[in-house]
């Protein structure tokens, strides 16, 4: 799993707070994607960049702000959120080739709003 | 609308046995597919992908799997089950009209080995 990374991969926080999500790809891919994992539901594609442009914005709340500051570089920024929001949010990269490219994951971060 | 069904919550098969995890969809036109696998507390390790061409591809860990078209179903087979491949597996599919990016995804097959 080195090819994606995510920090944390633990993360606890209150409706109150502010924190980031980061990921990093090491597979020289130009797409990054931001992805919510809840329990026995298909995966939810949250964001996606390709060529640090934000191309796909899945009607997620304002309180989830993602930054791509360059190819190789992820984050998602959280702030005032709710314990719906508590899962696992996975981070993906891929190629743009425009066919159907493989995404690679990260491992994740275990989010839990308290 | 377009979806991915993946019709057994678990699947429960003995070390040795040969497994098969079903997945199957409903898009337009001629669907690219996907399998992965995700270990606890991993992310989602990528399968095998089926682009065009023979139907039946092979991937990672000794797994295939066999697209049919007429009965729109993309199956996820091993001839002999190893306890290793206890994991969650997902089946994904992009429809060729949608965003490059767009994977519509199933709901996830827990697949159980036991000894």
């Known amino acids: 799993e080195t090819g994606v990374t995510q920090t944390p991969r633990h993360l606890v926080m209150g409706m109150t707070n502010k924190k980031s999500l980061k990921c990093e790809q090491h597979?020289?891919?130009?797409?990054m994607y931001w992805y919510k994992q809840s329990a026995k539901k298909p995966l939810e594609l949250m964001f996606v960049?390709?060529?640090?442009?934000?191309?796909e914005n899945n009607s997620v709340p304002s309180r989830f702000s993602p930054e791509c500051p360059n190819s190789s570089h992820l984050f998602l920024h959280l702030h005032t959120l709710q314990p719906e929001d508590s899962a696992l949010y996975l981070c993906?990269?891929?190629?743009?080739?425009?066919?159907?490219?493989?995404?690679?994951f990260g491992p994740g971060t275990r989010l839990t709003v308290l | 609308a377009q979806s991915v069904a993946q019709p057994e919550d678990q699947v429960n098969v003995a070390e040795g046995n040969p497994l098969t995890v079903k997945c199957t969809y409903s898009?337009?036109?001629?669907?690219?597919l996907f399998w992965y696998v995700q270990y606890p507390n991993r992310g989602l390790q990528f399968l095998l992908k089926?682009?065009?061409?023979d139907n039946l591809v092979k991937g990672s860990y000794g797994f295939e799997a066999e697209f049919n078209k007429s009965q729109t179903s993309f199956h996820l087979k091993k001839p002999s089950a190893l306890v290793s491949d206890s994991a969650l597996y997902f089946c994904?599919?992009?429809?060729?009209?949608?965003?490059?990016?767009?994977?519509?995804w199933g709901a996830g097959t827990k697949l159980i080995i036991k000894p």
């Open positions: 993906a990269s891929s190629r743009t080739s425009g066919g159907p490219d493989t995404q690679y």
């Open positions: 597979l020289g891919h130009n797409a």
């Open positions: 960049y390709s060529l640090e442009e934000r191309v």
């Open positions: 898009v337009s036109g001629n669907p690219y």
């Open positions: 089926y682009i065009t061409g």
């Open positions: 994904a599919v992009r429809a060729p009209m949608d965003s490059n990016y767009q994977l519509i």
